[in-house]
């Protein structure tokens, strides 16, 4: 009985096998072609996406297992993928991981891994920067000083020192004891190294501390910057100053009529100029108030005004009033003095100065001819 030997396999066979069976690819196939963060450099503290896309660039398709990101810098935020299945020849799979900055300022490396089953790891080291540079704010335009109920015009710069963009840029006034116009300045994206301005209308009603509050967003994320403007009301170098000068008092059927020049010895016009006689002085006709209009600065105006006073009032003041371009009121006084006034002047005995004057002359007169009788009786 003969032994049964297995005969030489065909060709054919061996062949067609080849064509069934699928082809294993080598690990070099899968190649990492990009990898993003957005925001492109987060701040401390951040929340932001790490997004890694890979490519097949071999024949055959190549089966995966899971993808992870492993932490250096930032933290994932998100699951791994578990498990992602095959991915065919010359195609492409994107890979996004939410992250969150948890370092201070610099340069990090979290590893992108992706699971090639048989074929070994795709590892892949992703740049992500951490900078917690705000953005700046400063006060590019303000008034010599402040005044209550006067407005003020404000000019606030905003700039990105940041090495990325910030988007939805705007300024906000907050506190307490002014007015302001607009409530808001929006600047929308500010590009590295960019800046920008807005104006803002500010009156103030008392003495206080003006925060303008910059936002911004770095992504998703919302940040804020303050820049703290103190209000203290003091002089306005700027501001018109009336000035009154040559005043000659003069007095006449028992009132005092006053004149003299005004001038505006400021850099700013002064409006609705009136000038009136103050206590202890009382104002009346014809001129209890001269009006004088509007000084621009070095203009000048005269004026009269008439008053009465008492006897024993040796000086009275000369009272100012006048508006600004926003309608706050001022006013200033200047004292004149009385003693020195020209005109009438009432004797002390009461009798008019015509009258003296007749009696003296009848006086002498008599005199005269009684010196001349006398002389001829010699």
């Known amino acids: 009985m003969g032994t049964d030997r297995p005969g030489p396999v065909p060709a054919l066979l061996i062949l067609v096998c080849l064509l069934v069976s699928p082809a294993v690819a080598a690990p070099g196939d899968m190649t990492v072609t990009s990898a993003a963060v957005d925001p492109a450099v987060l701040m401390p503290g951040d929340a932001g996406t790490v997004t890694v896309a890979v490519q097949n660039t071999g024949p055959s398709t190549v089966p995966l297992g899971g993808a992870r990101l492993y932490e250096d810098g930032v933290v994932p935020a998100s699951e791994p993928y578990l498990s992602v299945g ?3 020849a010359g195609l492409n799979r994107t890979f996004t991981f939410a992250v969150r900055a948890d370092a201070p300022n610099g340069t990090y490396y979290p590893r992108f891994s992706l699971d090639l089953r048989e074929n070994g790891t795709l ?37 990105n020192p940041r090495p990325n963009a910030a988007s939805g840029v705007q300024v906000i006034p907050q506190g307490t ?20 301005t807005v104006l803002f209308n500010l009156t103030p009603t008392a003495e206080t501390n003006v925060t303008f509050q910059v936002v911004w967003r770095n992504g998703i994320n919302t940040h ?7 209000v203290a009301f003091s002089d306005d170098k700027r501001q018109a100053d009336p000035v009154i000068t040559n005043v000659e008092v003069a007095a006449e059927g028992g009132i005092y009529r006053a004149t003299g020049d005004v001038m505006n010895a400021g850099l700013e016009p002064a409006r609705s100029v009136l000038i009136t006689p ?10 209890r108030v001269y009006v004088v209009g509007t000084l621009d600065p070095d203009d000048i105006s005269t004026f009269e005004v008439t008053f009465r006073a008492d006897a024993d009032v040796t000086e009275v003041p000369l009272v100012v009033e006048y508006r600004d371009d926003d309608g706050n009121l001022y006013t200033a006084a200047r004292p004149i003095s009385l003693e020195n006034r020209t005109g009438e002047e009432t004797p002390a005995a009461g009798v008019p100065v015509p009258a003296v004057v007749v009696g003296v002359l009848v006086i002498a007169a008599a005199l005269a001819v009684l010196w001349y009788v006398r002389r001829r009786r010699r």
């Open 86 to 88: 095959d991915i065919g």
């Open 278 to 287: 103050g206590a202890p002085a009382t104002p009346t006709d014809p001129f």
């Open 224 to 230: 804020t910057a303050d820049l703290v403007l103190p």
């Open 123 to 159: 590892s892949h080291p992703v740049p992500v920067r951490v900078d917690g540079t705000p953005l700046k704010a400063s006060v590019a335009q303000r008034p010599d000083a402040f005044a209550a109920g006067r407005e003020a015009a404000i000019t606030i710069l905003v700039g």
């Open 177 to 196: 004891n002014f007015t302001v116009t607009p409530s808001s300045g929006f600047l929308g994206g500010l590009e590295p190294d960019g800046s920008g």
